[in-house]
């Protein structure tokens, strides 16, 4: 196989209890939509620490940050929990925690979805609204599968990605991401001002959408997420592969 015609894409699963240890989950609609941009995608568990994570991506061109369940922001120093918070396994979230670090100081193009956005506003300086019926009093509903339109913000690479300023999403959250770090800028919002979208403008690909793209109908402006992700990996793997120093 050439790693430089189908590069290589890590997919975060959920962790799940069972009965003599806890199950990687993973909704195969990640890895379909990573297929049919041309990617090989490969499921990683929530297992090991940062040495391991640092091996993982050394050999993968490109990671897809799948959706989850709530950050638990007092096991990170940063908020006291909402009564309606249900975290992920606290494995779970500490290796995606040092995953997300490891893969921004390597510059690997990233796609994060829902959880997997959120996530880079824990990590990079950002901040989450817990519960958005709280937080935003008579904001529209989020959770379950809900259908409602973004508008993509002008001049961002998520603009140029989708080639639309308007994209028909599909939405099941509850928290979302309510300010982002100084490295970060808003790619896109709903009409209701919440932040759908946001993306690295210093990186070559690291964009996150609050929204479920795989759950879109095939052929949609939404693949353009996937094939975009594994188009950036392929160029980061033909640098590396045939850069002077190898």
């Known amino acids: 196989m050439n790693r430089v015609e189908h590069p290589l894409i890590a997919i975060n699963g959920e962790m799940v209890p069972g009965k003599t240890a806890a199950r990687l989950s993973l909704n195969n609609l990640y890895a379909d939509a990573v297929l049919r941009a041309g990617g090989v995608p490969i499921a990683i568990p929530p297992v090991g620490g940062p040495r391991d994570i640092a091996r993982l991506l ?8 799948g959706g989850g369940d709530d950050f638990d922001l007092e ?3 940063l908020a006291k929990n909402h009564p309606s918070v249900q975290p992920v396994m606290p494995a779970k979230q500490d290796f995606d925690v040092e995953l997300v670090r490891a893969a921004l100081e390597r510059k690997l193009p990233i796609l994060g979805i829902c959880y997997g956005m959120q996530i880079f506003a824990v990590v990079d300086g950002g ?15 989020h959770r379950g599968n809900v259908l409602h339109a973004v508008e993509v913000l002008a001049g961002t ?6 080639e639309t300023r308007e994209l028909e999403t599909v939405s099941s959250h509850h928290q979302a991401v309510a300010t982002v770090g100084a490295k970060w800028r808003v790619g896109a919002r709903d009409d209701q001002g919440l932040i759908e979208a946001i993306e690295r403008p210093d990186l070559p690909f690291c964009v996150g959408v609050q ?5 879109s109908p095939q052929g949609s402006a939404h693949d353009r997420l996937f094939r975009a ?8 793997r033909s640098r590396e592969l045939f850069s002077p120093a190898r």
Not at 229 to 236: K, Q, Y
């Open 58 to 65: 050394a050999n993968v061109d490109g990671v897809v940050l």
């Open 75 to 77: 096991r990170l120093g």
């Open 127 to 141: 901040s989450l609204h817990q519960h958005i019926p709280d937080d935003r009093p008579g904001a529209r509903e």
């Open 157 to 162: 690479k998520l603009a140029a990605i989708v």
């Open 211 to 215: 929204w479920h793209p795989e759950r």
């Open 229 to 236: 992700l594994v188009g950036a990996a392929g160029v980061a």
